[in-house]
């Protein structure tokens, strides 16, 4: 009886044990303050031909989670590779365009646009043409803040 009572005691223990760790590895994001968020406004994806294997994403994301941040990388189930993307004009007026290294900052208050013609996601890789209203899940990961996914609808006609 003793020893059955020892032994409930140390699995209890453990227990307990295992509930306090659990609950102090996780770890809080900024965006679980209240209302605090990084906002997607006017998301929308495109490719140029309805044969193309690559697409566009456009949208402004700002960052109101209390604290600094970058977007280092973009991911989606919708093709083989996601990238920072942005075009630049080279001094002889020819637009290229070419992966952002290191990320996009985004201080806290503040926004950044990815527009046609400049920053952009660039979808390569397509198995399949985008289809009018279809929605894609993409997944933004951010340096501090960590993995958020959104939905961005495919608009052709933009």
Same mark, same amino acid.
């Given at each position: 009886m003793k020893n059955q009572k020892a032994t409930m005691g140390i699995v209890v223990l453990f227990a307990l044990v295992a509930v306090v760790m659990t609950a102090v590895s996780v770890k809080m994001s900024p965006l679980d303050k209240g209302d605090a968020a990084f906002a997607v406004e006017e998301p929308y994806l495109r490719s140029s031909l309805p $044969?193309? $294997? =690559?697409?566009?994403?456009?949208?402004?994301?700002?960052? #109101? $989670?209390? @604290?600094?941040?970058?977007?280092?990388?973009?991911? =989606? $189930?919708?093709s083989g590779q996601v990238s920072l993307h942005r075009h !630049? @004009?080279?001094?002889?007026?020819?637009?290229?365009?070419? /992966?952002? @290294?290191?990320?996009?900052?985004?201080?806290?208050?503040?926004?950044?646009?990815?527009?046609?013609?400049g920053d952009h996601l660039m979808f390569t890789g397509l198995d399949a043409p985008l289809e009018q209203g279809? #929605?894609?899940?993409? !997944?933004?990961?951010?340096?501090?803040?960590? /993995?958020?996914?959104? #939905?961005?609808?495919?608009?052709? !006609?933009?």
């Amino acid at each position: 009886m003793k020893n059955q009572k020892a032994t409930m005691g140390i699995v209890v223990l453990f227990a307990l044990v295992a509930v306090v760790m659990t609950a102090v590895s996780v770890k809080m994001s900024p965006l679980d303050k209240g209302d605090a968020a990084f906002a997607v406004e006017e998301p929308y994806l495109r490719s140029s031909l309805p $044969t193309s $294997t =690559s697409a566009a994403a456009f949208l402004v994301l700002r960052n #109101m $989670t209390g @604290e600094d941040d970058r977007l280092i990388a973009v991911r =989606s $189930t919708l093709s083989g590779q996601v990238s920072l993307h942005r075009h !630049t @004009e080279d001094a002889n007026g020819v637009m290229r365009m070419s /992966e952002i @290294e290191g990320g996009v900052a985004l201080p806290d208050g503040d926004s950044h646009a990815f527009v046609r013609g400049g920053d952009h996601l660039m979808f390569t890789g397509l198995d399949a043409p985008l289809e009018q209203g279809q #929605m894609v899940p993409v !997944t933004l990961v951010f340096e501090a803040a960590g /993995e958020i996914q959104i #939905m961005v609808p495919v608009d052709l !006609t933009r």
